[in-house]
């Protein structure tokens, strides 16, 4: 596990994006953080193309899973890790979209 002593925090104002990993500020702190050696692991990985090991429950994105995110994870239980995106959708009405769009229910 690496572990960084030199991270900062800082507030950027930054023009917001449905693709997170596109906003400026946090695209430069994954660059920043990032190998390309890592494991990464993206469970809503969208459009993505930081994951080695991808997901989403979209098929029209090029991932290497198309499942639900819980499921997804489950399956990866024992799976080792150097980073895990985690990016969500961002509220229940956009996450009730998402499944409505493939005839899931939200529980």
């Known amino acids: 596990m690496r572990i960084h002593s030199d991270i900062k ?3 950027i104002w930054s023009m917001p994006n449905k693709n997170t990993f596109q ?5 430069e702190l ?5 190998t390309p050696f890592d494991e990464v692991i993206e469970p809503f ?5 930081w994951g080695s090991i991808t997901n989403d429950l979209d098929p029209q994105y090029d991932t290497t899973y198309h499942m ?7 399956m990866l239980d024992d799976k080792c890790a ?15 979209e ?3 769009k493939f005839g ?3 529980n």
């Not at 906003?23 to 695209?27: A, L, S």
């Not at 639900?68 to 489950?74: Q, S, W």
């Open 98 to 100: 998402c499944y409505k």
């Open 82 to 96: 150097d980073v895990v995106l985690y990016v969500p959708p961002f509220s229940v009405r956009q996450l009730s």
């Open 23 to 27: 906003i400026k500020p946090i695209k």
């Open 45 to 49: 990985a969208n459009n993505s193309e």
């Open 68 to 74: 639900e995110a819980t499921d997804f994870l489950k």
């Open 9 to 11: 925090f800082n507030r």
């Open 104 to 106: 899931l229910s939200v």
């Open 30 to 34: 994954l660059e920043r953080y990032i």
